[in-house]
T-cell receptor, first 116, second 112 residues
Framework: GAVVSQHPSWVICKSGTSVKIECRSLDFQATTMFWYRQFPKQSLMLMATSNEGSKATYEQGVEKDKFLINHASLTLSTLTVTSAHPEDSSFYIC????????????FGPGTRLTVT | GNSVTQMEGPVTLSEEAFLTINCTYTATGYPSLFWYVQYPGEGLQLLLKATKADDKGSNKGFEATYRKETTSFHLEKGSVQVSDSAVYFCALKNIGNEKLTFGTGTRLTIIP
């Protein structure tokens, strides 16, 4: 099957620091990846669409300078939360869209970020 | 805009019970509808989907029928197992648009 990994699975950082989250498609190529944010008892909210070799497309209300996305290869996208604040604490989930076949999105297990 | 409303959980059932998780949607046009499942410690997995009215998606004993007249896509299973314990998400996507709109998720626990 198609597997997507995220690293780290959880991270704690201090206010004002930056933290990077990696999303990898392990056994398929993904030109397009997606980053979601999930608050407790709420649905997944799409933050941005990441395209290999080009700039990410951010959803309305998402600060592009706050959430930096880099999609440097067909199997790796990174999300960097810059100058993190406690309100950035959340569960971040990525998905990767397979380049062939059904173009289905495959989801990573998520990263729990806690900013103290 | 698009929205998905699904049954609030948590839902607890005994093994072999009948399951229904309600999902209704609001969307422009004719969206595709999905159910995703998230097992503990894992990513969301596509459980089933339907792309047009009256289509029935099915997988692993679960079924859902795309009802345009009631804008619903309720998930059902006739006899649940302990291994079905997970969080279930209803979602939709418009044709030609990659963006998935999710419901809030329903946590299902099956007790032996």
């Amino acid at each position: 099957g198609a597997v997507v990994s995220q690293h780290p699975s959880w991270v704690i950082c201090k206010s004002g620091t930056s933290v990077k989250i990696e999303c990898r498609s392990l056994d398929f190529q993904a030109t397009t990846m997606f980053w979601y944010r999930q608050f407790p008892k709420q649905s997944l909210m799409l933050m941005a669409t990441s395209n290999e070799g080009s700039k990410a497309t951010y959803e309305q209300g998402v600060e592009k300078d706050k959430f930096l996305i880099n999609h440097a290869s067909l199997t790796l996208s990174t999300l960097t939360v810059t100058s993190a604040h406690p309100e950035d604490s959340s569960f971040y989930i990525c998905s990767a869209r397979r380049d062939r076949g059904t173009y289905e999105q495959y989801f990573g297990p998520g990263t729990r970020l806690t900013v103290t | 805009g698009n929205s998905v409303t699904q049954m609030e959980g948590p839902v607890t059932l005994s093994e072999e019970a009948f399951l229904t998780i309600n999902c209704t949607y609001t969307a422009t046009g004719y969206p595709s509808l999905f159910w995703y499942v998230q097992y503990p410690g894992e990513g969301l997995q596509l459980l089933l989907k339907a792309t047009k009215a009256d289509d029935k998606g099915s997988n692993k004993g679960f079924e859902a029928t795309y009802r345009k007249e009631t804008t619903s896509f309720h998930l059902e299973k006739g006899s649940v197992q302990v291994s079905d314990s997970a969080v279930y998400f209803c979602a939709l996507k418009n044709i030609g648009n990659e963006k998935l709109t999710f419901g809030t998720g329903t946590r299902l626990t099956i007790i032996p």
